[in-house]
């Protein structure tokens, strides 16, 4: 495991507060934190990268064409 030293600010300091207020160790709150942001991260790149496919008439003309496509093989 590393260890990691870093200096808090005023925010960093009401930060740790509030996520250690329920009892959670400062580590614990970190490594969570850590977590979270990365979620964050992830989630905020997906849903760019969906805004710029609803947007790109290419990719939404290929999506018809598709369902069309499926529309054919229908059984019914």
Known sequence: MTVVNF???ERSERALAELTADGATVSDAI??????AVRLRRREQMRRESLAAV???ADLAEC????TEMDELRAW
């Open 7 to 9: 200096r808090t600010d």
């Open 31 to 36: 490594r969570q934190a850590l977590v979270d």
């Open 55 to 57: 947007s790109d008439p």
């Open 64 to 67: 018809r064409q598709v369902l």
